[in-house]
């Protein structure tokens, strides 16, 4: 019992030597402490506001980017019902209305939305035959490398564009490092579907053979296994 009052008296006889020493310490260098807790109440202001006009700018994308895609939804002409709320007469209007929109939304920088509506913006510009612009924006998504829906949509419309216009050897160098994991800007199981297709464009059918065989055995639970299976079929 003795032995247990004396450690307990030698801890309580350290932790008075320590805030003993603290309050010393503190009565010595209170300019130094203050300017401490007055940077790090300082820096925890500076953050707080960051985050609530992030968060402020990213609920105003999202109601604009909504809006854009309603446009981009709404029917046109002849097949627009008279009770529709937003309808174009032609698809000129509709086009013309939701670049517009998605111009409104590329203003809040540093959003997913604001890079999302690059990427409509780029299906839209290829709709109206401007494959370079769409080229263009999808390619300065595409080189953000995040991981995001926007980066994915717009990797994936860049592959297959490009692959449209006879980059084949550009798009099978892309696309190795996709499946191989080097690059993980397209999911592996997808990139391997895009490159066995690209391989079968530049004539390399044993090669689109091989990734479609390895597709389908190393990646059971993707959805483009079945796909890969009939592609795999058609190709023996």
Do not use: C
Not at 171 to 198: S, T, W
């Amino acid at each position: 019992m003795g032995r247990r009052l004396t450690r307990k008296q030698i801890k309580q006889d350290e932790f008075i030597t320590l805030m003993d020493r603290a309050v010393h310490w503190l009565t010595a260098n209170w300019r130094q402490a203050a300017l401490g807790l007055g940077g790090a109440l300082a820096l925890g202001l500076l953050w707080w506001g960051f985050t609530l006009i992030l968060g402020s700018r990213t609920a105003a994308a999202t109601k604009a980017l909504d809006e854009a895609v309603q446009i981009l939804e709404a029917p046109v002409g002849a097949e627009a019902p008279p009770e529709a709320k937003l309808k174009f007469s032609t698809v000129s209007e509709q086009q013309e209305a939701a670049a517009k929109q998605l111009a409104k939304v590329r203003k809040y920088w540093f959003t997913p939305q604001a890079r999302m509506a690059r990427v409509l913006q780029a299906r839209l510009a290829l709709e109206r035959g401007d494959a370079e612009t769409a080229l263009r924006e999808l390619a300065a998504v595409a080189a953000s490398g995040g991981t995001d829906p926007a980066a994915r949509m717009a990797t994936l419309d860049w592959v297959r564009l490009r692959l449209s216009r006879g980059d084949v050897d550009g798009v099978v160098r892309d696309l190795e490092r996709m499946a191989a994991g080097k690059d993980q800007r397209l999911p592996r199981d997808l990139a391997m579907f895009e490159l066995a297709k690209a391989y079968e464009r530049a004539g390399k059918y044993s090669q689109a053979q091989e990734v479609l065989r390895k597709l389908v055995e190393n990646f059971p639970d993707s959805p483009f296994r079945v796909d890969a299976q009939q592609k795999l079929s058609s190709l023996s």
